[in-house]
């Protein structure tokens, strides 16, 4: 499988509590307009307009 790559495009609040800011890099699970987002474990909401995905060269196996 395919992990998805992106980086956020504006401050996202973690379920931690902990807010990450744009550039931020984050693993992508999911499609369409809200997806999930994980950085060092702590899970993000996402919608579609809070991060860009990175170029699929860019991606990782995982």
Do not use: C, H, K, Q
């Amino acid at each position: 499988m395919i992990r998805r790559l992106g980086t956020l495009l504006v401050p996202v609040s973690g379920l931690s509590g902990t807010t990450y800011p744009p550039g931020t890099a984050v693993s992508i699970n999911g499609r369409g307009s809200a997806v999930d987002g994980f950085v060092d474990g702590d899970w993000l909401p996402l919608a579609w307009w809070e991060f860009a995905e990175n170029r699929s060269e860019d991606a990782v196996e995982g």
